[in-house]
DNA sequence: CTTTAGCACTCGACTGGTAAGAGTGCTAAA
DNA sequence: TTTAGCACTCTTACCAGTCGAGTGCTAAAG
């Protein structure tokens, strides 16, 4: 990427700045006069004309002024970005909120989610924890009066995971429990492998309780609970009021597998301090155009770590927003952390 | 209600479904052409403006076509709309959908608010099954290295809750496993209030015990998770094109508290075969002016039961939307009463 | 008494034409 | 290299005029 003029730099990173704050192509005169440069508007119009044809700007019609292309909002977010912490107040008051919720992992959750969501005012999503390696902690076997049983699986983390199944004939609650020990001692801290390739000298009931321990490891390593939030708010973007741009947003956030695909493509390598900044879809995903993410991991590395961020218009304030994400990130890595501190 | 001529009813049935149908207000003269009435179009004026002074029909203006009042559309859902069964094929690949999702609960919901989405092309919900009781059935305790201990509480009807507890001191796991046999054994079908009376000849831990198990009990009874689909298909209807109607629906949907509200003040008495229709927010609920709701119960009466609904424009297919509706509470409930049935 | 044909009227949607205004690119002078 | 000046382009707003759909009313026909 080719370098740009001190003066091309402050000119580009006025213009995302008004067309942020005021989501109209913003003309040479107005920025002049806005901002008190200390040069003419014909200077200005040079140099845009030149950022134009670099491929920072673009034009929405002949007589318009400049919105930023996505080359021009990722140079930006790059280099010209300052990056602003959030007001004090403001973090204090987040922070807060976090300890009223103590140890609800859930509700952890869904707190995250709306702090995002309200201080970005874009749609946030946030993902549970999950632990690196899906660990086989402890099962309990609760019988009914039926032929039924309900197997609960505790995994390594501390993530609960049920499943029903049916006996061929009554087994007294007395030996489900002898079971229920039995398997646990047998597999704590083994990976859903590692328990499949048990030799089987067991008998059919424990046959079958293995078989679905392994499913269900295999289900949880698939991922856990997306929240959501704020999905109202990126409707309020005069982006988003052709009808279409907002269902291909919505979409996004609704479709799973969509989303699915598109974190674990994203959230690979950080770039700014640990937060991505996805702008447009880099080319690569259609459902994105004119929309901008802004993801981090929070959690433990290497242990228990999800994903959380923002998604928003491509006219978004970048530096506020990663604040945010970086902030709120911070704050649930320091709880989650705490939580399953050394042991879990 | 006053009661209206078999050719009004015929007539505002008639603007009711080409209504739905194109979402353009109907005139006189298309309805004689279209649908092939024995009557002059000045004939259907006359009736049609009988049928606007008693507040059935409206005109956006002047020289337009009629639209339905909701008091219009409330008249054909109760008196004028032809209740279809699904076509039998659409049957069929629904139950054999939920087949295939054998005995996970969260499998279902998602399922089926996933076909009421996709079939009713509008917004659907479904909250999960909840026990017209919350009683006690099972407790373990699963300690880590450190002091912490994960509470997984199992209610009867199969849920399963879980919450964390920090020890003054480490315990063993052969005592915690001892403790929560005991507990069990206690507290088995008792309810929050008569687990909290239960006079206190505990020690230190076995009191955290209680009050949290209280504590997590009386939270359940708030209610589990909405699951939701189909948001981006309200913003294809014509009506939402205007962000501010569509940003109210998705508020409704994705601020908890209000769903809440209205689901449990909407679900009170059941009309036609169970399935509640709220059309327009019938007054009180400015939030649902344009929306209409369709609702229903599922589940075991008195025992297990959950709320299951479609949330569209109020120009809607009430007949489809509402025997839609019905089918996937049917087939819920009979995967419900099946799975829980005798015993839990 | 009911139905229908005829008609004048209303109002929104579309069209074309004009004027205003914002912003540009270019040129020539400072 | 910067800037003032200017012609040019394009959008937006506004207005008038036309068209057509649909109405309500009236008077005649059944």
New interface residues.
Partial sequence: MERLTERQNRILALVVRNYTETAQPVGSKLLVEHYRLDMSSATVRNEMLELTEKGYLRQPHTSAGRVPTEKGYRYFVRQLMVQTDLPSATQRMIVHQFHQAK??IEEWMRLAVSVLAHQSQAAALVTAPHPHQVLF??L?L?G???R?V?M?I?LMG?E?R???L?LPEPVSQDRL?VTA?RMTVQCEGLNADAIASIPDNFDNLEQDILRLTVEEMRRSSLGGEIYR????NI??EPE??E?DA??RA??IL?ERPLLEDLLTRAVVSPKIGGVQVLIGGEGAWDELRECSIVLTRYGSPNILTGILGVLGPTRMPYGQTISTVRFVAGVLSDLVSD??????
């Fill in positions: 140890d609800d902690k402890h309990s609760i009914t009066s039926g039924q309900l609960v505790v501390g609960v049920q499943q029903l049916f429990s020990e939030d704020g999905l109202a409707l309020a988003f009021s009808t907002a269902r919505l979409r609704e939580m399953y501190g050394i042991g879990a």
